[in-house]
C-alpha cells in the first residue's frame, strides 16, 4: 500500500515540469561548482606535489561539492515536498485516501518514500559527478561513500520536515515558505548560541553540525542518529496532524 | 427493504466549535436500497455523508459499516464502502485507466483482479472510450462519472453518493440516475441530494434532514402523501371572475398570480378540475392551461419542520 502511494506521487512529480527543472536546475549549478574546483586541483597540482601529506583530489572536491549541494538542496527540497498533502487537500482529493482501507501511517509514509525516491535519484545524479573522475584517477571511496550517507540521511531529514509542514495548510507556497524558514532554522541555530548559556544545547540541534562530519570521511553513530531522530519526529507529527484533521475541525 | 443491514449510524452528532452540524442522527441502510438524503444548503448532509465515510469522526456515536465500527475497524469497514465526495476526487494529471487502477490499488484489490475491475466500473458508468484520455480534460459529467467509477470499482456493499448529479446536463443527469437505480439492485445506496425529483425517481427511502437533525424519515410513498398538493394553476383566455371560481364545490381560494395565472387551492380530497374543465367548456372561459400545482422541496421543507415545530409546541403544553 505504501508502494503504490509512493508511485503514484513520484509519478505526479514527473508528469509536473517542476520536477524536471529541479534536476536540471541543481544539476547545471553544482555541475559549474564541481567544474571550479576540479579546475583548481589541476592548476594547483605542482604546489600539491611539493607539500608532504597533501590532500588528494577526492579529499578536495567532494566536501566542497556536497557541502554546497545540501545548501541548494534545502532550498529546492521545500519546492518538492510543499505539494504533497497540501495540494490534495485544496484539491479535495485527500477523502479519496481517507475513505480507501487505507491508515494514515500509510498515507505519510507512502507520500515520504516517493519524495525520497526522487531525492534518491536526485543524490545519484550529483554522485556522478565525482564519479567521473574516476575516468581519469583513483578516488578516495571511503570519503565517498561516507559523503553521500550524509547528504542521504540530511535530505531524509529535509523531506520529513517539508511534508510535515504541507499537512499543516492547503496552500502549497505556505507549505514551502515554513519548510524552508525550518529548515534554515535548523541549519542555523547554533550561530547565535555560540558563548551563551545553552549555546551548546543549541548546537547539539544544529543539522549543519550533524552533517559536517560525514563530509570529513567521520561516520558517527550519534549523528546518524540525529538523522533519523528528525525523521521520525516530523513523520510522527506528520501522522498525527492529519488524523487531527479527521478528528478536530 | 429486506437485504441484509448495510449500514447502522447510531446517534450521532458533530459540532464545529458551538455549532452542532449534525445532531443525535440514527438511521440505518439495507442491501437493495437507495436512501435520498435531502437537505437545504448547510442542514448537514455533507457532514453526515463525510462522517460515514470516515472522513470525519463523530463527536458521539457510532457509526458500523457492514458490521465493522468505523472507528475501532477502519480498515474493514472503509473496504466494504465507496464515497463519492461533493467534489470528485480526481487527479488531474493521470488518465482515466491510471486513475482508476490506483483507486483499485488503493481498495487493496489483488493485481490480478484490478485491470477487470476497471473495466468493469468503466463499462458500467459509460467510460469504455475515455480510458486513455487525460481527466483534467474530461468535461465535467464525465469528470463526474469518473467520481462514481472510483467509487464502485472495489464492488463495495455501500455506496455513498454526495450531490452526484450537480453541474450536470439534463442528459448525463438521466444517465447518472439510471446508473444508481442500477447501483441500488445490488448495493445499498446513499445519494445526498437537494433535487426532489432525483429522489422521486430514484431513491425508495428518503430522510430529510433539517439543521442538523432528521426531520423525516419515510418511504418515498410516505414522501409523496406529504406532497399531495392541494392547489391548481390554471389559466384562461376570458377569466371569469374570482367568485365564480370560488363557488366551485371544493375551492377554498383564488388567488391571481403576477403572469395572469390563477391559483386555486382546494380541499385534499375533492380535486375540483373536472368541474373547471366542465364549465370552462360551457362557458367559453377559454381554458388553456391546468395542471396541479407544483409542490418544491422548500414548500414541503417549509411544511415539514414548521409542523415538527408545532408538534413540538403542543407536546409541550
Redesign the interface.
Known amino acids: 500500500m505504501i508502494g503504490t502511494i509512493a508511485m503514484r506521487e513520484l509519478r505526479a512529480l514527473f508528469l509536473s515540469p517542476l520536477a524536471w527543472t529541479i534536476l536540471a536546475v541543481v544539476q547545471l549549478i553544482l555541475a559549474f561548482l564541481f567544474l571550479g574546483r576540479v579546475e583548481l586541483v589541476q592548476i594547483s597540482q605542482s604546489q600539491l606535489l611539493a607539500i608532504e601529506n597533501a590532500p588528494g583530489t577526492t579529499a578536495i572536491v567532494l566536501p566542497d561539492l556536497l557541502g554546497n549541494a545540501a545548501i541548494i538542496l534545502l532550498l529546492v527540497t521545500p519546492l518538492l515536498t510543499m505539494r504533497l498533502v497540501s495540494e490534495e487537500r485544496r484539491n479535495r482529493t485527500l477523502s479519496l485516501l481517507f475513505s480507501a482501507p487505507v491508515s494514515m501511517t500509510e498515507i505519510i509514509l507512502g507520500k515520504y518514500v516517493g519524495i525520497m525516491l526522487f531525492l534518491l535519484l536526485l543524490l545519484a545524479l550529483i554522485a556522478l559527478m565525482p564519479l567521473s573522475l574516476l575516468l581519469g584517477g583513483g578516488l578516495d571511496a571511503g570519503l565517498l561513500v561516507s559523503g553521500l550517507l550524509g547528504l542521504a540521511l540530511l535530505l531524509a531529514g529535509f523531506a520529513a520536515v517539508g511534508l510535515f509542514l504541507s499537512t499543516m495548510t492547503q496552500h502549497p507556497p505556505v507549505a514551502a515558505v515554513g519548510a524552508f524558514g525550518a529548515l534554515l532554522l535548523f541549519w542555523v541555530l547554533d550561530w547565535s548560541g555560540q558563548g551563551v548559556a545553552g549555546g551548546g544545547v543549541l548546537a547539539a540541534l544544529s543539522m549543519f553540525n550533524h552533517y559536517k562530519p560525514f563530509l570529513d570521511g567521520v561516520f558517527d553513530s550519534a549523528d546518524a542518529a540525529y538523522h533519523l531522530l528528525l525523521v521520525t519526529t516530523f513523520l510522527a507529527l506528520s501522522i498525527l496532524r492529519l488524523d487531527a484533521e479527521r478528528l478536530g475541525g | 427493504m429486506s437485504g441484509a443491514i448495510l449500514a447502522e449510524i447510531k446517534n450521532i452528532s458533530r459540532y464545529?466549535g458551538e455549532i452542532a452540524a449534525v445532531r443525535d442522527v440514527s438511521f440505518t441502510i439495507r442491501q437493495g436500497e437507495v436512501l435520498g438524503f435531502l437537505g437545504p444548503n448547510g442542514a448537514g448532509k455533507t457532514t453526515t455523508m463525510?462522517i460515514i465515510?470516515?472522513?470525519?469522526?463523530p463527536n458521539t456515536g457510532r457509526v458500523l459499516i457492514a458490521g465493522h465500527d468505523l472507528l475501532e475497524d477502519?480498515?474493514?469497514a472503509?473496504?466494504a464502502?465507496?464515497?463519492l465526495?461533493?467534489?470528485p476526487?480526481?487527479?488531474?494529471?493521470?488518465t482515466v485507466d491510471?486513475y482508476l487502477d490506483?483507486?483499485a490499488?488503493?481498495?487493496?484489490l489483488p493485481r490480478a483482479g484490478r485491470r477487470a475491475a476497471r473495466e468493469a466500473a468503466k463499462e458500467k458508468c459509460g467510460l469504455h472510450d475515455a480510458g486513455r484520455r487525460l481527466i483534467g480534460n474530461l468535461s465535467k459529467g464525465f469528470q463526474q462519472r469518473v467520481g462514481v467509477a472510483?467509487a464502485i470499482i472495489h464492488m463495495p456493499p455501500l455506496v455513498i453518493l454526495d450531490e452526484p448529479t450537480v453541474g450536470l446536463d439534463p442528459i448525463q443527469i438521466r444517465e447518472i440516475r439510471a446508473l444508481i437505480r442500477e447501483l441500488g439492485k445490488e448495493h445499498g445506496v446513499i445519494l445526498s441530494t437537494h433535487i426532489l425529483p432525483e429522489v422521486q425517481e430514484v431513491c425508495d427511502t428518503v430522510q430529510i434532514i433539517h439543521r442538523g437533525e432528521l426531520v423525516l424519515n419515510e418511504s418515498i410513498a410516505g414522501l409523496a402523501r406529504h406532497m399531495k398538493s392541494a392547489s391548481l394553476t390554471v389559466a384562461f383566455h376570458h377569466p371569469p371572475g374570482h367568485e365564480v371560481l370560488a363557488r366551485i364545490p371544493g375551492v377554498t381560494e383564488v388567488r391571481a398570480e403576477r403572469d395572469g395565472r390563477l391559483h386555486l387551492f382546494h380541499d385534499a380530497g375533492r380535486d375540483p378540475t373536472e368541474e373547471i374543465i366542465r364549465l370552462a367548456s360551457q362557458h367559453g372561459w377559454g381554458l388553456h392551461e391546468i395542471r396541479p400545482g407544483r409542490v418544491s422541496l422548500e414548500q414541503v421543507f417549509v411544511e415539514l419542520t414548521s409542523r415538527e415545530g408545532a408538534a413540538a409546541a403542543a407536546a409541550a403544553s
Open positions: 464545529y463525510q465515510s470516515g472522513n470525519l469522526a477502519p480498515r474493514a472503509k473496504a464502502l465507496g464515497y465526495p461533493e467534489s476526487p480526481l487527479y488531474r494529471e493521470l491510471e490506483y483507486c490499488a488503493l481498495n487493496r472510483q
